[in-house]
């Protein structure tokens, strides 16, 4: 640098003064002290002080010992030594009169100045004696003081020396700069200019001059000119002002305009410390923006993370749009949400919103719902163009989300936001989507809304099906019979697919109003014309039933053969009610061989049992005793938990006792009485058996055994029956408030009568029907202990269901098994495995949870929603176990046919096994599908997030990696493992991006 030969060229004429007083000491007599001044003048400073101080401490002479002491105060300096500073204090404080005093603090100050040490040089230039110094030393002085002071952070101060010097021919040009300099980190251009343009020293304008030329001139907006300068400094530029003066040129380009110029100059850039900023990114990406080059825009626009300012708000506008451009929607979703979230351009935000609503309304949005960002437009900008297009996409936004409940509410309270036809459809779907959810009242009341509109006859008629459905399954069904018939009236009725399936439907309702003519008349119809399938072959089931208990046996025949001869998984009931049918028509040996054909055929058939009760009482009817007994005795070892088990006890009692054998008799009416205590043939059993012991003349027996028998009882049952009839006629007719009354006190006055059973199945019902689960679960216990009977299945299957719906499924799984195992309900059947499925995953017996979902899987007639459940439950246990194979399968079926949580499941793990495969856009586009379809399932979406998240730092993105972390982070507090698992991924991404950005924090979200 131009300031060091300067200054050492000063410091040079300073030690020639000192030789110049050599011839002085020369003639001092002490050759020790010639020695140690020849040493210190070689810069041998250690071993000529060592030699002064032998001096210092010999000489008599008062000026040798004092320039003894400066030497060696000065050799301290010069070594760097402890205490070197105090050496020289105490020289100038014990020889005062020293003509060296001065010439060592300026001596000092200068050694200190020349190393850099311009803290200490200050120190010792302050107690100088200026007004003693020669006007060339006092020039040096100066100067050094302007750079010392600038050089150590003190602009203000340095300009008070360096202006002395500025027009010094030796310190002149370099006083120029640095005032200018100073000029120019104070943002004093003009100032900074005058000063640089004063300067006359070609080494000084080459040396540093054009660099802040350039700068200066970009700062004043002389863009032209700041290129000019920048080009001419290049060449002769170091790295790092090269890097700083390809920012200048690459800048300077951009303000311009010429963005295809900007490029590689802002390429160049280096950054500080290595690492670029955010407003770095932007000017690159936008450069590339603005030459249609979107891919490269967006590699460099996504690396700006966490800005939060305009250029920020800009970029992520304008890293949108490439998005666009791209057609990668997802991305650009993230990035309009982004630019919409900033203050800092109004009309950024706006735009940006209107994008982030239109793209969440295309591709669903996982962060918020869609009509609530609709909402916010409209809520922001009232008066937008946009409104009535925003409105629109609103009601339609209900829709698409499948959030019905949403659509009906807004369209409640704002009727212009949609046509009646609009209104129509959203109530009908809100209709279906509680009929799913079983909520058949909800349900009832939205079909009502959708047909009084009218609006669209076709949606018209679909909505007098299901309102019909609905009224049905909540046991109206007059109700439902008068929406079929307004469905048959409608004039689209035979272009609708649910009209196909109206007299099936019909039937049915007939078939509940025990109108069993109708009923037959309806089903008829379906079954001639009905297409083969489970239905067809159920609705002949139905008619046979019809004439069944119609009495019409021939006619119930010719159904069940129908139905036999469609192969249904359910025809052993055909064959069973068509061996009972021949019977009727009082053809018993026809009735007993079918009956034998029947077992023979369906040996697994869960009316087995019943086939082996009826040929124990056919048999007895005709005299065959041995026959009867060896029947009922196979059904007693064969279906030991049968339903049936009391009546076969009982029968085969009967059987001994009108055949004689009267010990027999007892032996197997005491053992009804024994395991089924609670049942009506114990009461039957011991009438029967009190005859018995009359005829034995053992009355006192009798006695005996009946005193330990709790529902024995001396009471007047005519005052028992009257008392249950009292509950029993509301009952029939409707009335439940008084049959609940009625039941209740019926079973006060007589809690072990004989009619108890029924009366608690009764008033469980009732409990159950009100919501009064906790009650009803005790009477379904004591029936379904009981077993026997068509309420002994319905009171268990109830059990079930209040014991599995209240999350008591291990309590539950006990009652499940003996579902299973003793219904005669295929469906029943069904719900038990469904829920032992279900029971188990959540045991982790993940072994017997692949057993029960095979066997629902193999269930006839299986709904869709119970089919789903089943697979889901296999893809976890297979998840589980490690088979992850097996889980992609089922996983993949459970799309094919699932709906809600499951098909949500479903489709977090299809976004999961493409991540595994590499397939990172698959994934993404998998997660978008999670978003757009299945909004209302928090947690899947959630966990979706994460892992776009993942794959989009896959893909190099780290914008929108980081962005979908930071709003897991903020919005999805509710579960806790997620937030985890977002906010370490966050941390490690922000980590890594901090390398390359100096605008990332870190520790920002942590």
């Not at 499925?837 to 029960?852: A, F, I, N, P």
């Amino acid at each position: 640098m131009r300031k060091k030969c300067t200054v050492l060229l000063a410091l040079a004429g300073f030690l020639a003064a000192g030789y110049g007083q050599q011839s002085i000491v020369y003639t001092h007599p002490g050759k020790t002290y010639q020695e140690a001044l020849d040493l210190y003048h070689n810069k041998q400073y250690q071993a000529s002080q060592t030699l002064f101080q032998r001096v210092k401490a010999q000489t008599q002479d008062p000026e040798t010992e004092a320039n003894s002491a400066y030497y060696i105060a000065n050799a301290a300096v010069r070594l760097n030594q402890v205490g070197a500073d105090q050496l020289m204090e105490d020289f100038v404080e014990q020889y005062p009169t020293s003509v060296r005093r001065n010439s060592a603090f300026m001596d000092v100050a200068d050694y200190y100045f020349e190393n850099g040490r311009y803290p200490y040089a200050l120190k010792w230039y302050k107690r100088v004696e200026v007004s003693s110094l020669s006007r060339p030393e006092r020039e040096r002085y100066d100067f050094n003081m302007g750079y010392a002071l600038f050089s150590s952070k003190k602009p203000k101060e340095a300009e008070r020396y360096l202006q002395r010097v500025s027009n010094s021919a030796e310190y002149g040009s370099q006083a120029k700069y640095y005032l200018g300099y100073i000029a120019y980190q104070q943002d004093d251009y003009e100032a900074a200019n005058q000063r640089f343009d004063q300067i006359t020293d070609q080494e000084v304008l080459q040396e540093k001059l054009a660099y802040y030329q350039a700068d200066m001139n970009f700062k004043l907006g002389n863009f032209e000119e700041a290129i000019a300068q920048g080009k001419k400094q290049l060449p002769k530029s170091d790295r790092r002002e090269t890097s700083e003066l390809n920012k200048i040129i690459g800048e300077s380009y951009f303000n311009l305009g010429q963005y295809d110029n900007a490029v590689p100059y802002l390429q160049e850039y280096k950054g500080k410390r290595g690492r670029w900023s955010n407003t770095d990114y932007y000017l690159l990406g936008y450069s590339f923006y603005k030459q249609g080059a979107f891919e490269e825009a967006v590699q460099q626009f996504n690396k700006i993370i966490g800005g939060d300012d305009a250029v920020a708000q800009n970029a992520y506008y304008h890293l949108a749009e490439c998005y666009l451009e791209l057609d990668k929607k997802q991305e650009a979703l993230n990035a309009f949400r982004n630019a919409w979230s900033m203050p800092y351009n109004e009309e950024i935000r706006r735009d940006a919103l209107l994008n982030y609503a239109r793209l969440g309304y295309e591709i669903g949005n996982p962060y918020e719902p869609v009509p609530k960002v609709l909402g916010t437009f409209l809520e922001e900008y009232p008066e937008s163009e946009y409104r009535a297009e925003i409105q629109e996409l609103l009601v339609d936004s209900y829709i698409t989300s499948r959030n019905f409940e949403g659509a009906m509410s807004l369209l409640e309270a704002n009727p212009r936001f949609a046509t009646p036809a609009t209104y129509q459809k959203v109530a009908f779907y809100r209709g279906s989507e509680l009929f799913l959810a079983e909520d058949y009242a909800g349900a009832l009341e939205a079909f009502q809304k959708a047909v009084r509109s009218g609006a669209d006859p076709v949606f018209t008629g679909r909505s007098q099906f299901w309102l019909g459905e609905s009224a049905y399954a909540l046991g109206q069904y007059q109700q439902a019979l008068a929406a079929y018939q307004a469905l048959r009236a409608s004039p689209v009725a035979g272009s609708l697919e649910e009209t196909a399936s109206l007299d099936y439907q019909a039937g049915y309702a007939h078939f509940k109003l025990k109108q069993y003519q109708q009923a037959a008349e309806r089903l008829r119809a379906y079954a001639r014309r009905g297409q083969p399938g489970a239905q067809t072959t159920d609705a002949w089931m139905r008619l046979g039933d019809s004439y069944f208990v119609s009495s019409r046996y021939a006619n119930a025949i010719e159904a069940y053969d129908q139905a036999l001869a469609s192969g249904s998984p359910e025809r052993d009931y055909a064959a069973y009610q068509k061996a009972m049918s021949l019977g009727f028509l009082g053809r018993e040996s026809a009735k007993r061989e079918s009956l034998v054909t029947f077992i023979g055929r369906f040996p697994n058939s869960s009316l087995k049992d019943d086939a082996l009760f009826e040929l124990g009482g056919s048999h007895a009817n005709a005299g065959d005793d041995a026959q009867a007994i060896a029947f009922l005795d196979r059904l007693i070892a064969e279906h030991p938990r049968s339903a049936l088990m009391p009546g076969a006890l009982m029968r085969k009692g009967l059987i001994y006792y009108n055949g004689g054998r009267n010990q027999e008799a007892l032996e197997a009416f005491q053992e009804v009485v024994s395991r089924y205590p609670r049942r009506p043939e114990a009461v039957q059993a011991v009438q029967t058996a009190k005859l018995i012991y009359v005829d034995m003349g053992q009355v006192d027996a009798y006695a005996r055994w009946v005193r330990g028998l709790d529902f024995v009882e001396v009471t007047d049952s005519e005052l028992e029956a009257a008392s249950y009839e009292a509950a029993d006629k509301p009952w029939v007719e409707g009335n439940t408030d008084a049959a609940r009354r009625a039941l209740e006190k019926y079973l006060e006055q007589f809690p072990s009568g004989a009619n108890q059973l029924e009366a608690r199945f009764r008033l469980a019902q009732l409990y159950y029907a009100d919501g009064r689960k906790a009650d009803a679960l005790e009477l379904y216990r004591t029936v379904a202990e009981a077993g026997g009977g068509e309420t002994g299945e319905q009171a268990l299957t109830r059990v079930c269901e209040i014991l599995v719906s209240g999350g008591d499924t291990r309590g539950a799984l006990p009652y499940l098994q003996r579902l299973e195992a003793t219904a005669d309900i295929p469906q029943n059947r069904t719900f038990a495995q469904s829920n032992l499925m279900k029971g188990y995953y959540e045991s982790k017996d993940y072994v017997r949870t692949l057993e029960y979902a095979e066997k629902v899987l193999a269930s006839p007639s299986l709904d869709d929603r119970i089919r789903s459940d089943a697979q889901v439950m296999i893809a976890r246990s297979a998840r589980e176990t490690g088979n992850m194979q097996k889980a992609r399968e089922a996983y993949a079926r459970v799309l094919e046919i699932g709906s809600g949580a499951t098909a949500a499941e479903a489709l977090y793990f299809q976004a999961f096994f493409k991540r595994e495969d590499g397939d990172y856009e698959g994934s993404n586009t998998a997660v978008q599908r999670l978003a757009k379809d299945f909004a209302a399932y928090r947690e899947w979406g959630g966990k979706g997030l994460v892992l776009m998240a993942k794959n989009f730092d896959a893909l190099e993105d780290a914008f929108q990696a980081t962005y979908i972390l930071e709003n897991v982070v903020a919005n999805f507090g509710a579960y806790p493992d997620l937030v985890e698992e977002a906010q370490t991924e966050l941390t490690r991404i922000k980590n890594r991006e901090a390398e390359r950005n100096a605008s990332v924090n870190p520790e920002e979200n942590n």
